[in-house]
């Protein structure tokens, strides 16, 4: 017995204790000290000095992502033809003229396998009409040359305030991440309210900022106050007295000695909703990896609200998969593809998915070949999210271009690139501050440049796997960096676990 514990029982017992020994060690889960997660799964969010935490980014997208994605029902199928670009046309005019259902949808034209050559743009116009394809298997060719829009969705019109419903926000200082503040009057604004939040631009805040002294090249424009009247579309959920409580959070802390800031009650004739494109592969002509006589953008929204793309895949064109502009807003991008752009490698081209809208959300798409891949421009309204996408094979970086996007959040964004949010100085005719309230959330890059304006708010790096540099101008205030190549960060996603934070609390 002494033997076979000797020369059975024991070896085992060693070989056992070396595997494990040999294990490779287990990461470990950490915090960020401004986001914690409690025991029962909920969010807390840790103030600065002034009250200022990061924002919930969770309502932005489709009916600020209470409500999947619809599959609208089809209501004209079409094939190509000799004129695919007509009998696309001639489809879509003819669904506008139905009469919508209570939710404000019209109904789906079906484009069946095959290619469809499209010398010019189509356009929809009219509100709830999704035009769908069958994948990859329903090609449309932005034939010929010119640069153009192949799928352009907009309405019509402004933005204009309803005279005599303008108040003043009385607090010294509502901090980012707010969602409440006292107005002098509140009678004539009431729950469901759509609302502007208005932030004046100031001389102060300008010379503050140092835009008054980027140094000056060729074509250089130092910022005037007057270009800054930021206006920040909302909706009254609660009104208490004098309190108001809006849907979507404070991107830009509102500080009466930069003129504070106002609400008033909006009207946006013309602006149309509940337009879907899905399932379609977008390929235009060119002549040369540097030819830029052709296709520019695959999918281009404007003056839209609650709308999508959805498994879209572009190749080809000089500028972009999906391009989102000023007064598109509530959009969900998903799933969509940016393949081979072709163009000079140079300003103005190949921004993969651009956004100036606001409250808009991109999930799950991929590039390549493209320079600002996942990129805002300028004066830029937030809540924003990029979520969960892939760049490969860069020429330029990531994050907001120039001119102050406000709100944005880069969320699991791998890229073979760079990240940066920085001063980038007189770039451009004079970009300067590209943005604030911009966090990094568990990105993985070759480097970034994470810094914070000298006044108005701050920039965030968290979990970042890559490197860190200075960027393009040295002396720049630090970002709030947090768990530089520290794996482990919790939660993984900082959308995904507000979203569900939100939801189990609805």
Not at 182 to 192: C, L, P
Not at 354 to 377: A, I
Not at 458 to 484: A, F, H, S, T, V
Request: with cysteine; aromatic share 10%; charged share 20%.
């Amino acid at each position: 017995m002494h033997l076979l514990q000797r020369f059975g029982y024991y070896p085992v017992v060693f070989l056992i204790i070396v595997a494990v020994s040999f294990q490779p060690p287990v990461s470990q889960n950490w915090d960020s000290k401004y986001i914690k997660v409690k025991a029962d799964g909920s969010l807390q969010y840790i103030p600065d000095e002034k009250g200022n935490i990061i924002p919930d980014f969770s309502r932005v997208g489709y009916h600020e992502n209470n409500i999947p994605l619809p599959d609208v029902p089809v209501v004209k199928t079409i094939a190509p033809g000799a004129n695919s670009e007509q009998i696309i046309q001639d489809a879509i005019d003819e669904v506008a003229k139905r009469n919508p259902d209570n939710n404000g949808v019209r109904g789906a034209i079906l484009l069946t396998k095959g290619v469809y050559t499209i010398p010019g743009t189509i356009h929809i116009t009219a509100g709830g009409i999704v035009l769908r394809g069958e994948g990859n298997d329903t090609k449309l060719v932005a034939a010929g040359t010119g640069q153009r829009t192949l799928i352009s969705v907009s309405g019509t019109g402004n933005i204009r305030e309803t005279a005599g419903t303008r108040s003043a926000i009385t607090d010294d200082y509502v901090p980012t991440g707010a969602f409440s503040f006292h107005v002098q009057q509140a009678d004539g604004f009431n729950t469901g309210d759509h609302i502007i939040v208005y932030r004046p631009g100031t001389d102060a805040w300008v010379k503050d900022l140092q835009m008054d002294q980027i140094e000056t090249r060729n074509g250089t424009k130092q910022w005037e106050a007057k270009d800054y009247n930021i206006q920040f579309e909302r909706v009254i959920t609660k009104k208490e007295g004098n309190t108001i409580t809006i849907d979507n959070p404070i991107v830009l802390a509102l500080d009466k000695k930069y003129g504070g800031g106002d609400i008033f009650r909006y009207t946006f004739d013309g602006r149309i909703s509940e337009v879907g494109v899905e399932n379609l592969y977008c390929e235009s002509a060119f002549t040369s990896d540097t030819a830029e006589n052709h296709g520019w953008n695959a999918v281009l929204f404007d003056k839209i609200q609650n709308g999508w793309v959805r498994n879209v895949t572009s190749r080809y064109f000089g500028y972009s998969c999906v391009n989102l502009d000023d007064d598109a807003r509530n959009i969900t991008v998903q799933g969509c593809n940016c393949f081979d752009a072709k163009s000079q490698i140079t300003g103005g081209r190949r921004y993969s998915f651009n956004n100036t809208g606001q409250m808009n959300l991109f999930m799950d798409c991929h590039t390549t070949e493209g320079r600002h891949d996942y990129v805002t421009g300028a004066k830029v309204r937030g809540p924003n999210v990029f979520y969960h996408c892939t760049a490969q094979n860069t020429h330029a970086d990531i994050g907001p271009h120039h001119r102050w996007a406000m709100g944005t959040l880069y969320d699991n964004i791998v890229t073979d690139g760079e990240i940066n949010i920085q001063d980038r100085g007189n770039w451009g005719s004079g970009h300067g501050w590209s943005g604030v309230t911009q966090i990094l959330w568990n990105c993985s890059v070759k480097r970034a440049a994470v810094q914070s304006p000298w006044a108005s708010g701050k920039n965030y790096c968290i979990g970042l796997d890559g490197g860190k540099y200075d960027g393009r101008l040295k002396g720049r205030p630090d970002g709030e960096w947090e768990g530089q190549n520290k794996k482990g960060l919790q939660p993984s996603s900082l959308y995904m676990a507000q979203l569900n934070d939100r939801k189990h609390k609805q």
